[in-house]
Every structure is written in C-alpha cells, then in structure tokens.
C-alpha cells in the first residue's frame, strides 16, 4: 500500500524548487543540519542552476558537491512522476502553488510518496482535497500544506495546548492566537502567490466563497463550526492586556487549525473555537500601531487589485527569486503568544498560555528551518497518522514539536 516508507526509493528526500529564493535556503539549512544518513537530491527546471546551487552548497559541507540533481517541469507530468517514484519525500518550493502545485500534488498522491509545501494559499489546498483526498488516503501519501510561518506556528502551538489540557486530564475549548513582534521581510515568490491570488478572484469569484469561507478546509461533507469570520478592525484583549489588529494570515492560519482538529477526530472538541490577530502592545502607542495596521490591510487588497496601484507596486516590489538578505534574514525573529480555555479535570475552569518564537525572520529563516525539519520528520520519523491532504499537526503533531524545540525554537506552556 504505502510506497513511501519503501527503502528501494533513492532519495530520502527530494528538494523540488531548490533553486528559488526559499529553495536555496531550505537546501543549505538541510546541508548544514547535516546530510549524514540523509539521502537528500535537489530538483528544479534548470540544471545549469542546480549545479550552482549545488557548488555553493559545497561550502558548507564537502559532501554537498556529490548531491543528485533532478530535472523536471511543474507543468510536465510525466517528469514529476518520475520525480516522486524515486522519492520517499517532496519537499517543494515551487510557487505560486496554485499556478505551478497541482501536478506534483497529483504525482505524489498517486505513487505513495510524502509530501510538503509552503503554500498560504487557500483555493489551491482547498481543489487539492477535492481531487487528491481519497487517492492518497489509500496510497498512504501524507500531503502537508502550510509548513511554514503559515501555519506551523498557529497549528502546532494549538496542538501543543490541546496536549497540555489533556495531560492534565482536561479539555480545551478555546484558543487565541496573537501575532506579536516580528521582524523580516517578504519575498517575490511571495508576493507572486498573493498577485496571483487577486487574479484567481477576477477570474472566477467562487474563489471568494472559498477564501471567505472559516470552514472552507474542513473535509467534505462535515457540518461547520461554531467560528465567525476573522478579525477586521481594531480590538483588545483584556486576558493579554494588549491591542490587536487584524493578521493577514488568519486568513489561512485559522482554517489550517480547524482542519486539523476535524482530521484528529475533532479532539479539541466539535464546538472548539479559535481565533488570531496581531498584538500591538499596551497603551497609546499599542493603540496606534493597531489603527496603522488595520487601515495598512483595509488598503492593500484594493491596492494589489487595482490596475494603476498593482503596476506602482510590482515595480517597488521584489521579484521572483528576490528575497531578504542574510543580515535582514539572521537578525529576524517572531513571538507568537497564545490563551487557551478549557476546563481541568475536574470540570473546572483553566486558563493556559503557550509561546511559539523563532529565532531568525518568520518568512524565510524560521521557514526554511520548519519546512526542512518538515521533510525529515516525514522520512524519517514513526507516525501514526494515515495518508491524504493533511495539516502539520494532524499528520506530524509532537514529533515536528519536538524537532523544531532542537533547532532552537520556543514551544512553550505556562499554567496562569
Ligand atoms: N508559507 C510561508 O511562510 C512562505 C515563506 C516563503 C515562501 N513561501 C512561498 O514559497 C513559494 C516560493 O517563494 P520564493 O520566494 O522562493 O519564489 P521564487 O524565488 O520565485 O522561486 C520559485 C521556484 O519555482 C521554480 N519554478 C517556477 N516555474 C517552474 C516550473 N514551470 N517548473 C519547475 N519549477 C518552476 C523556480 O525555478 P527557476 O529558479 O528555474 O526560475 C524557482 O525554483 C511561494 O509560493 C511563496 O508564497 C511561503
């Protein structure tokens, strides 16, 4: 059933895109981590570039230079088929998925290999399920989006309260999630993914329902939840004691979370709630910054939508294959804070508090670092979880904490 625990596949993993901005820093965060007992193989359209990628791989570990490279094409099947049969893991950077992700997640579905991706992208997971959920439930091929800063950071820290309730002998109810200080920058693989998005919206407005939707992943044929839509204008917290704005990501973090909880047997409960924003911080200049943040958002969708503001942009923007240099990159970090409520044991009342940070910039750093440790979690670790298009959580819960705990970032709960 399963191919891809079979040991005949020749690579461990294989790093589909690595010539990209996020490709070439998740391929030297894979090499400097170590590539002992890891049979690692770099993929792209264009071997000239692999092989440049691969010699400055070099650098950090001589070994590097011996890498396999493969060649395919995101829109020729039969090359990507050839891609996945060789491999137990497809760690993919190739975006916008929506536009270059389809074929690979078809491939991977249907020969049984493991898969992960960066996607934020909510329509593309959303057509993924439709046409892959039954085939790779069968082929055993766990298919996990958003191994990223969306949505490991949102899912997982849900999952580590939800764990911590219930070694109490409790039951969580609730969770919130605040975006708190960040600092990085954007890409133009990214900023691709969200241009590429309005276009999806004026071409077909289904899209919307799909976007708009807080129960859009949920597997088929499941009633919706208790949730509303996300958070639009200025708000606070009264638990946390600070203002909050809304958060661009909730927008796909929010129903990564839910979907996880419907795939683990609705663990956190059928009426579970959750919900994220940004925290601005306290008082005056909290207030402030959450008015800049709220009126900045209200105003970038019409802008990247809008004709005249959307080419004034792009030229301002990165380009694909532009990113964060190293220095933006290394002095980078995030704080995500969490509240949960639920109840302890004894049906009383409990109130936890969980902390995920990174110690680079989100988008790129800390991803290429989650994405990575993604990968290996899948060749390598025991999971239980079955085949289909899974969320980080439901398909590599602890294991994935665990992991990013050892390359140095904070998973942490504080009882109140
Ligand atoms: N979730 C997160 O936290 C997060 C963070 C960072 C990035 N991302 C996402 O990751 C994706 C990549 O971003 P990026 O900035 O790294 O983009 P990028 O630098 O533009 O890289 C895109 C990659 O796709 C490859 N590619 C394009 N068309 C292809 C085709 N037809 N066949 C095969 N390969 C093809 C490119 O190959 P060439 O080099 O040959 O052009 C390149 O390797 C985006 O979707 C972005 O939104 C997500």
């Not at 399963?2 to 790093?15: E, K, M, N, P």
């Not at 990507?80 to 491939?107: F, H, M, N």
């Not at 219930?166 to 960040?182: I, N, Y």
Request: proline letters at 4%; aromatic letters at 6%; hydrophobic letters at 40%.
């Amino acid at each position: 059933m399963t191919g891809a625990s079979d040991t005949q596949r020749a690579h461990d993993i294989v790093l589909w895109g690595a010539t990209g901005f996020t490709g070439a820093l998740v391929a030297e965060y894979l090499v400097k981590r170590g590539l002992d007992g890891v049979r690692l193989a770099l993929a792209g359209r264009n071997l000239a570039k692999l092989e440049k990628v691969r010699a400055e791989l070099s650098q950090y570990d001589p070994k590097a230079a011996e890498l396999p490279l493969l060649v395919g094409d995101s829109h020729d099947r039969a090359s990507l088929d050839a891609i996945a049969r060789q491999a137990k893991v497809v760690c993919t950077t190739v975006g916008p998925y929506a536009k270059y992700g389809s074929e690979l997640v078809a491939a991977c579905a249907e020969h049984g290999t493991h898969y992960c991706d960066l996607t934020g992208e909510t329509q593309f997971i959303h057509r993924m399920i439709r046409a892959h959920e039954a085939q790779a439930r069968e082929t055993g091929a766990r298919l996990v989006n958003c191994c990223g800063f969306d949505s490991i950071p949102s899912d997982l820290g849900t999952y580590m309260l939800y764990k911590a309730f219930a070694d109490r002998g409790g039951q969580v109810h609730r969770v919130r999630m605040f975006c708190g200080e960040t600092k990085g920058a954007a890409s133009g693989g990214t900023i691709a993914s969200m241009l590429n998005l309005v276009d999806e919206v004026k071409r077909d407005r289904s899209v919307l329902k799909v976007l708009g939707h807080p129960y859009s992943l949920y597997p088929e044929g499941e009633r919706a939840g208790v949730d509303g839509s996300d958070q639009r204008g200025i708000g606070r917290d009264d638990d946390l004691g600070m203002w909050t704005a809304p958060f661009i990501m909730a927008a796909i973090n929010a129903k990564v979370v839910r979907r996880s909880n419907a795939l683990l047997d609705f663990a956190y409960g059928r009426d579970f709630r959750y919900d994220e924003c940004a925290s601005t911080g306290k008082g005056l200049s909290g207030l402030t910054r959450a008015a800049v943040t709220a009126g900045g958002m209200a105003a970038f969708l019409p802008a990247i939508a809008f004709g005249p503001t959307r080419r004034l942009l792009e030229k301002r923007l990165p380009s694909p294959g532009e990113g964060p240099d190293r220095a933006t990159r290394e002095s980078g970090f995030f704080v995500v804070r969490l509240i949960a409520d639920g109840v302890d044991s004894g049906g009383n009342p409990l109130q936890l508090r969980g902390r995920v940070e990174g110690i680079n910039d989100p988008g790129y750093g800390e991803t290429a670092k989650m994405l990575g440790e993604s990968a290996l979690c899948l060749a390598f670790d025991e999971l239980d979880s079955p085949g289909g298009l899974r969320t980080p959580a439901s398909a590599m819960g602890e294991p994935l904490i665990e992991r990013l705990r050892a390359a140095g970032m904070t998973f942490r709960v504080d009882e109140r």
